[in-house]
């Protein structure tokens, strides 16, 4: 795949494990992190591919944690107990950068229901406020009325404008782009570990062509996919945490895409073989 971002400024350039940071502990003891050297980001988009137990979100979480990246429906990183581990691989690390900056956010997959409900709950909290506010200024002037609830309809107008009506509502694969829509902004590094979990292959291109834009506009882009079409971006640098040390690959030559071709040519062969 030919590369197509040469003039855009990549924002996080590289990182490394500190001298002597390694040990036979979680999550040192994970032999593509046992194996870490200096990871050079090359392009916009940097995509982890590898099995199950490989290391992509171990990786992915500490490289987080590192940049103190903002949560999308999950705790704070430097509160979340699940991300201890996280925390302990980010400390040792060394990052480099063009241009330090803290937009953008860090995303699993399983963390997106936890921000729906989040929204929903916010939503009807605001409403409450405008009942009670009509309540108790029911005998109050249209203008002293106004006044109240100004705060509450404000936030609730803002929350709608960004996120739309009912995010909650929709189905989670129109939910989860709407969330990328309303969040995605210039100059931002995004971590997103398995970010297709809930999109079919029709919104997973959305997804590429969302963060095509957002190359364009300076964004850098961290993934770990086990998509043939995430994997596909146009200009990725692809790494294999299949090997240790983690190694470049060619898009035409993952395993895993050549096993879709193959099934996908024949699937009734495959099938009948089961």
């Known amino acids: 795949m030919s590369k197509i971002h040469d003039n855009i400024m990549i924002v996080l350039q590289s990182i490394r494990l500190r001298a002597g940071a390694k040990s036979n502990d979680f999550p040192f003891s994970v032999p593509v992190i046992q194996q ?3 990871l050079c980001f090359e392009s916009p988009v940097t995509v982890f591919i590898g099995e199950n137990g490989t290391g992509k979100s171990t990786l992915l979480e500490g490289i987080a944690a590192a940049i103190h990246a903002i949560t999308i429906g999950g705790n704070n990183i430097d509160q979340d107990e699940t991300l201890d581990h996280a925390r302990t691989l980010a400390a040792s690390m060394v ?4 241009v330090k900056t803290r937009r953008g956010f860090f995303l ?3 963390d997106f229901f936890n921000f729906s409900k989040e929204l929903a709950r916010t939503r009807k909290q605001m409403e409450a406020e405008i009942e009670r506010v ?3 200024y029911a005998d109050s002037s249209p203008l002293a009325q106004g006044l109240a609830k100004a705060p509450f309809v404000s936030s609730l107008h803002e929350m709608e404008s960004r996120y739309g009506k009912d995010l909650d509502a929709r189905s989670h694969g129109e939910s989860f782009l709407q969330l990328f829509k309303a ?4 100059n931002g590094l995004y971590v997103l570990d ?3 979990a809930p999109l079919s292959p029709v919104r997973q291109l959305a997804l590429v062509a969302m963060m095509k834009d957002m190359a364009g506009q300076g964004c850098q882009f961290l993934v770990a996919t086990h998509s043939p079409i995430l994997m596909a971006y146009p200009g990725a640098t ?3 945490l299949d090997d240790v040390p983690m190694k470049k690959v ?3 030559d993952i395993e895993h895409v050549k096993f879709m071709r193959m099934f996908l040519n024949d699937p009734e062969n495959f099938l009948n073989r089961l």
């Open 95 to 98: 990052l480099s950068w063009t």
């Open 36 to 38: 870490l050297g200096e």
């Open 194 to 196: 398995e970010p297709e």
């Open 108 to 110: 699993r997959a399983e």
């Open 134 to 136: 009509k309540v108790e």
């Open 183 to 186: 969040r995605f902004v210039p």
């Open 250 to 252: 060619a898009f035409d």
């Open 238 to 240: 692809i790494l294999s």
